[in-house]
T-cell receptor, first 113, second 119 residues
Framework: DGGITQSPKYLFRKEGQNVTLSCEQN?????MYWYRQDPGQGLRLIYY???????QKGDIAEGYSVSREKKESFPLTVTSAQKNPTAFYLC????????????FGDGTRLSIL | AQKITQTQPGMFVQEKEAVTLDCTYD???????LFWYKQPSSGEMIFLIY??????QNATEGRYSLNFQKARKSANLVISASQLGDSAMYFC????????????????FGKGTKLTVNP
């Protein structure tokens, strides 16, 4: 079945540590996105990518970095510069130039040790 | 200014009854799209229904329908015959403009409404 796989489901970060969240899709979608969700809040866009080797900052990119070396993969690194990283992170993808909805993965919950 | 407003933090409905979840939006674009997503307690976001700004008919998908009132900038979700499995967070989201810097669909989300279906 086609879909988006996020791993791990739960992740713990020590102070000063960088961690990387994985997102892989087999839907052949061109565009991929990373969102952050805090308790009781909606989703906020961190980064998005329309094509391989290109990505754009979203509304809350500070303290995060991404790469898009393959169409299927869009990993997110939460750096030590992100002072409040505890949140639920959702990855999504969508076809390019369409009104099709974004498809989401099951999310990664990141906590600070 | 908030682009998507969901004024109901929580809603309760009896099983088998209908419920309306409110969503108002703010945009100056003529072309935009409105989406509703469901988020169960497990966390995944499930797409429910889409309405384009130029669509003349209100969108429907099974038990879900969208009451689109363009002049009032509202896009309320109506769930008919509620089921216990409908208990979840519901998010309204908007895509502005036909293309965003080349085509990606940048979505703006509301803060959500928590729906509880009582037996």
């Amino acid at each position: 079945d086609g879909g988006i796989t996020q791993s791990p489901k739960y992740l713990f970060r020590k102070e000063g540590q960088n961690v990387t969240l994985s997102c892989e899709q087999n839907l052949n979608h061109d565009a991929m996105y990373w969102y952050r969700q805090d308790p009781g809040q909606g989703l906020r866009l961190i980064y998005y990518s329309q094509i391989v080797n290109d990505f754009q900052k979203g509304d809350i990119a500070e303290g995060y970095s991404v790469s898009r070396e393959k169409k299927e993969s869009f990993p997110l690194t939460v750096t030590s510069a992100q002072k409040n990283p505890t949140a639920f992170y959702l990855c999504a993808s969508s076809p390019f130039y369409s009104n099709q909805p974004q498809h989401f993965g099951d999310g990664t919950r990141l906590s600070i040790l | 200014a908030q682009k998507i407003t969901q004024t109901q933090p929580g809603m309760f409905v009896q099983e088998k009854e209908a419920v309306t979840l409110d969503c108002t939006y703010d945009t100056s674009d003529q072309s935009y799209g409105l989406f509703w997503y469901k988020q169960p307690s497990s966390g995944e976001m499930i797409f429910l229904i889409y309405q384009g700004s130029y669509d003349e008919q209100n969108a429907t998908e099974g038990r879900y329908s969208l009451n689109f009132q363009k002049a009032r900038k509202s896009a309320n979700l109506v769930i008919s015959a509620s089921q216990l499995g409908d208990s979840a967070m519901y998010f309204c989201a908007m895509r502005e403009g036909r293309y965003i810097q080349g085509g990606s669909e940048k979505l703006v989300f509301g803060k959500g409404t928590k729906l509880t279906v009582n037996p």
